[in-house]
């Protein structure tokens, strides 16, 4: 009985070993899990500002969505670094639905600031259209 155990303590130190000995995928999954969580939080950071934005202004709280415009701003830089696994042979693309959300972002914020209702109207617009537009074709 006794040696049954002692082969099952050496098979199971063996597979062990075997599995972590497997360390160039493993760590490569680790670093494709860190990523995509930093994506995910990025993303869920704008997602929460934005949601913030569209209530204030229906409030005509011009004050809070001109400082959750900020935060979303300096979260978007990130996006311009992001790995997409869809389409990710489209990188150009992705970097040009990145720089028409950074502009239309900027006008948003411009037309907050000025208190223009139209100009804040049509950029919300845009905005919007940036983020499904993006999402359809790179999330
Ligand atoms: C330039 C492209 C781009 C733009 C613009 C963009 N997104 Fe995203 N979004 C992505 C990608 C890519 C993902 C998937 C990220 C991942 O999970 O790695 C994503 C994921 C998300 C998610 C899911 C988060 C998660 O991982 O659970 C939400 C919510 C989201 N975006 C909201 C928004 C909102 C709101 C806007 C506009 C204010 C926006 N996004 C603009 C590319 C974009």
Redesign the pocket.
């Known amino acids: 009985m006794k040696i049954y155990f002692y082969f099952l303590v050496v098979y199971l130190l063996f597979t062990g070993i075997a599995v972590s000995a497997d360390i160039p995928s493993h760590r490569h999954d680790k670093h494709l899990t860190r ?2 969580k ?7 950071v ?2 929460k ?3 913030i ?1 569209k209530k204030a202004l229906q409030k005509g709280d011009l004050k809070s969505a001109g400082s959750a415009m900020e935060k ?1 701003h300096s979260a ?1 830089a990130n ?1 311009e670094k ?5 389409n990710a042979d489209k990188h150009e693309e ?2 040009q ?2 720089r ?2 950074i502009e239309n ?1 900027k006008t948003l914020k411009d037309s907050i600031r000025k208190k223009d209702d139209k100009a804040i109207n049509n950029s919300m617009d845009a ?2 259209e ?6 359809v ?3």
């Open positions: 990523e995509m930093q994506q995910h939080h990025n993303m869920s704008i997602n500002q934005w949601n934005v979303i978007s996006i992001f790995k997409v696994h869809r992705f970097l639905e990145y028409s959300f972002i905005v919007q940036n983020c499904n537009h993006c999402h074709l790179f999330r």
